[in-house]
């Protein structure tokens, strides 16, 4: 079977689900020289529309019939069902490309889609996406986490390069661990940003994001740099006595926001053991301070 990026032209590329990341990826690819043909959209239309201008909204059937290349950007927790459902309903899938977009799913996700000779690709763009116009900046050099068959290896890499991005393979069976560390590192990021912010609103500080924004920068880029020997603080010093202050005033002042610190000043002290910064002394009795303020 010869594959649609073998054939004369550009593929005509069609959307289920064009929400934020959905029309996007399509007006990239438009912009890489493709020809966005039909999508489908219920709450995002008008969303959509401003990034796909002209573009007709069809049934889910209808844009698979039109397309050579169908991103499939829905939840992914509805991309199973929506396989299984276009293949139970008896939707012609042979020879197309079926591209989703989702971080955890590789493509053992669209099985029924392949059993029916559809082409299955994981091309999981590495950022936060708000639907904008201006998101089509942002691919410009991102990494995109791929997982496909291996003859379709070379296919998926092209098609993320089109976009301006960088292509990162990503075994199937390790999917859900690439998607588990991206969580841990953006998602729970701003929610300990977030909750710094509301600690120092409290302490008084009219500004907390004109503080923070300098002092998190430089511990970002220490971080990329120098992973475990940039870290700093009390944790990584030693310092059991200020660390017991913090508990004290944090089980003050926001009760809940105890178990978290607990958690991640263990796992720092154990950073910062392994780095080489945190005596094993000072260790002791700082383990002993987090053991105390269960």
């Keep these: 079977m010869d594959l649609p990026t073998q054939r004369p032209g550009r593929l005509k590329v069609g959307v289920v689900g064009a929400g934020r990341v959905g029309a996007v990826l399509a007006a990239a690819l438009a912009r890489a020289g493709h020809r966005v043909v039909a999508a489908s959209a219920v709450s995002s239309r008008p969303r959509a529309e401003e990034l796909l201008p002209g573009v007709p909204f069809l049934a889910p059937q209808e844009v698979v019939a039109a397309a050579d290349l169908v991103l499939l950007t829905v939840p992914d927790d509805a991309l199973a069902g929506l396989a299984e459902g276009m293949a139970a309903a008896g939707v012609e899938v042979q020879g197309k490309l079926f591209a989703h977009a989702s971080g955890r799913h590789g493509t053992a996700v669209l099985a029924p889609l392949t059993r029916a000779g559809g082409l299955p690709l994981a091309l999981h763009p590495v950022m936060t996406f708000t639907g904008r116009t201006d998101d089509l900046e942002r691919l410009t050099g991102i990494s995109f986490g791929v997982t496909a068959p291996g003859r379709l290896r070379p296919v ?114 154990d950073l910062a053991l392994d780095s080489g910064l945190l005596k094993p002394e000072d260790a002791e009795r700082l383990l002993g301070v987090l053991a105390d303020g269960r």
């Design 156 to 269: 998926a890499e092209a098609l993320v390069v089109e976009m301006g991005a960088e292509p990162v393979w990503i075994e199937e069976e390790r999917r859900t661990t690439y998607h588990a560390a991206l969580a841990l590192g953006a998602n729970h990021l701003i929610t300990l940003v977030v909750e710094s912010f509301g600690l120092l609103s409290a302490a008084g500080v009219a500004e907390p994001g004109r503080m923070l924004g300098p002092l998190l920068g430089a511990a970002l880029d220490n971080a990329l740099r120098l992973g475990g020997q940039g870290l700093t603080g009390p944790v990584a010093r030693g310092d059991a006595g200020t660390v017991s202050d913090h508990l004290d005033a944090l089980k003050a002042a926001e009760p809940d926001a105890v178990p978290g610190y607990l958690a991640l000043a263990r796992r720092t002290a």
